[in-house]
């Protein structure tokens, strides 16, 4: 069975700081990744998503995500963190090859950003 | 305009009660999907109908009845209320029902049984 596994569960950094949130997950087979985030109070947003190509995917916001398919991993990063950057972020799988679209979520990471 | 809207925001009932959660999208998807984010904030998908039909139905107990009236609505329906039910319930949509089809989500509804 597929899982994604979001090793930082709270993530606090400064202004200006650079920022690395981990995403593993499992699965024998060919994958399709996203992060999705949710800011205070509001629904989920999708950020960037992989599918096929090349393995560094640039999103929304300065966000970027790169896939190591020997790692099983694909990790988020943003260069420098806003304050508007204070969300809770999640990773998530769907298998290609699928007959649905079922999206397997991580346990999400709650990063909050000092000014 | 809102994409997918669901009502209410937020339910506050007591154990043993049924009640209804709505949801709408505006945007002429043909797949919708209910999930559930728990206290942890662990979301995991619990229905998805394509052009009105059942597609996934993960191990939900039967007291959760979804129901797909057209394409742009997907009513979620729980009877006999239970405390873990309490919880944050996110209603999503997507054209076409490939893993590659990006899934655009309600604002939630907080469902509180007390």
């Known amino acids: 069975a597929q899982s994604v596994s979001q090793h930082n569960h709270h993530v606090i950094l400064s202004e200006a700081a650079s920022l690395e949130l981990g995403c593993n997950y499992s699965?024998?087979?060919?994958?399709?990744l996203f992060w999705y985030v949710q800011y205070p109070g509001q629904h989920l947003q999708l950020l960037l998503k992989?599918?096929?190509?090349?393995?560094l995917v640039k999103g929304i916001k300065g966000f970027e995500a790169e896939f190591i398919k020997s790692k099983f991993s694909f990790n988020l990063r943003k260069p420098s963190v806003q304050w508007s950057d204070t969300a809770e972020y999640f990773c998530?799988?769907?298998?290609?090859?699928?007959?649905?679209?079922?999206?397997?979520f991580g346990t999400g990471t709650l990063l909050a950003v000092q000014p | 305009d809102t994409a997918v809207s669901q009502t209410p925001k937020y339910l506050v009932t007591q154990m043993g009660n049924d009640k209804s959660i709505k949801c709408e999208q505006n945007l002429g998807h043909d797949t919708m999907y209910w999930y559930k984010q728990d206290s942890k904030k662990f979301l995991k998908i619990m229905f998805s109908y394509n052009n009105k039909e059942l597609i996934i139905n993960e191990t939900v107990p039967n007291r959760f009845s979804p129901k797909s009236p057209d394409k742009a609505h997907l009513n979620l329906h729980i009877n006999s209320l239970e405390l873990g039910d309490s919880a944050v319930y996110f209603c999503a949509s997507s054209q076409g029902n490939q893993p590659y089809n990006e899934q655009f989500f309600g604002p939630g509804t907080r469902l509180t049984v007390l």
């Open positions: 998530a799988v769907s298998a290609t090859g699928g007959a649905t679209n079922k999206l397997i």
């Open positions: 992989y599918f096929s190509g090349d393995p």
């Open positions: 699965y024998g087979g060919t994958v399709n």
